[in-house]
């Protein structure tokens, strides 16, 4: 059996059967602004967690910021608190730079390449990489990320990054831009992923210029998005890959199942399997707050709050993602027995 075809079975396991998730009753206006409102309610004085301190400009952040968004297929947007503040983007950008890569070259680049495994590591592990060479990784660690960063094509640096920022665009259905106080901040700060870069090109994952690659990755993760932003590019991989707003194919939708595999085995650092334990969504956190999860056919929607817990997840995103799906029935492996 080829790659390719065991994934998508994989995922037919794991995220649901389309016929299935097709099946479900569609989701009416009043359940879904009652279970977002009530999510809002339920955890808006919520003062568990803290802000990510390790990058400087990322622990000024207002603690107390917090918002949600719903998508769904046709294009309607749902929401509770605030949606327009804007926070920077960090380790979600994996998920679409890893889109990325798949388009440009398949699903087997990656896989073939740095690995869809998780690592059982944390995120930024150098003991991961070198205990199997860089090769049983995943594209949502550092590792894998800058890796996957390192593979989008282009002769230059402004042309892969251009050619990055404008598909995130395509998903967020609007220009989005990078928060140069956070990209500096980080820059300043990273040398641990500089490390991690030349050891993945040492071991031959990274082909060229390693310092170039998590050069890009920092910028890709300084990107400012706000909840609406995320919800919207959740949506679109919903959607098989089609922005359910713009009606733009942000991707090609034959890849989508690849990348909501790894979200669901990889998304939210050592507590993936903990997260689709709790609710069966493939889902991507980043240390800036935010969290995106994806009910294959139902819905996209994302939740900012800065305050993490101890595995860098946003605390009251957790909570209120999984209270709204599980009001809404989001659960993919939830089906009703045939009659």
């Not at 590591?121 to 390192?150: C, D, K, R, Y």
Request: hydrophobic share 45%; proline share 4%; with cysteine.
């Amino acid at each position: 059996m080829n790659y390719s075809v065991f994934v998508k079975i994989v995922v037919l396991l794991c995220c649901g059967a389309t016929a299935l998730v097709q099946a479900a009753e569609p989701l009416s206006r009043d359940e879904i602004e009652t279970a977002i409102n009530a999510a809002y309610a339920a955890y808006k004085d919520l003062q568990e967690g803290a802000n990510a301190d390790y990058i400087p400009a990322l622990a000024k952040v207002n603690p107390a910021l917090y918002g949600i968004a719903l998508v769904t297929p046709d294009g309607a947007v749902y929401s509770a608190g605030d949606v327009k503040s804007e926070v920077s983007i960090q380790s979600i950008s994996k998920v679409f730079t890893m889109a990325l890569v798949m388009d440009e070259k398949g699903p087997a680049s990656i896989s073939g390449n740095m690995g869809v495994d998780a690592t059982g590591q944390v995120f930024n592990s150098i003991v991961a990489v070198e205990q199997h060479q860089g090769a049983e990784m995943n594209p949502l660690v550092n590792a894998g990320a800058i890796t996957a960063t390192s593979m989008v094509s282009g002769g230059t640096r402004e042309e892969i990054w251009s050619k990055i920022l404008n598909y995130y665009n395509a998903f967020a259905g609007r220009a989005l831009r990078v928060n140069e106080e956070v990209f500096a901040s980080e820059a300043a700060t990273n040398q641990r992923n500089q490390a991690i870069a030349k050891l993945m090109y040492a071991y031959g994952h990274i082909k060229g210029n390693p310092d170039q690659a998590t050069d890009i990755y920092t910028e890709q993760c300084s990107v400012s998005v706000n909840a609406r932003d995320l919800a919207i590019m959740a949506a679109t991989l919903a959607n098989g890959g089609r922005n359910p707003v713009t009606g733009v194919q942000a991707m090609k939708n034959e890849n989508v199942p690849e990348v909501l595999a790894v979200m669901a085995t990889a998304g939210l650092y050592d507590d993936s399997g903990k997260w689709l334990y709790l609710t069966g969504l493939p889902a991507k956190s980043g240390v800036g707050g935010g969290i995106i999860a994806v009910s294959p056919g139902r819905f996209g929607i994302a939740v900012i709050s800065p305050p993490l817990d101890a595995a860098g997840n946003s605390v009251r995103a957790q909570k209120a993602i999984a209270a709204i799906s599980n009001a809404l029935n989001g659960n993919p492996y939830e089906v009703e027995p045939a009659m």
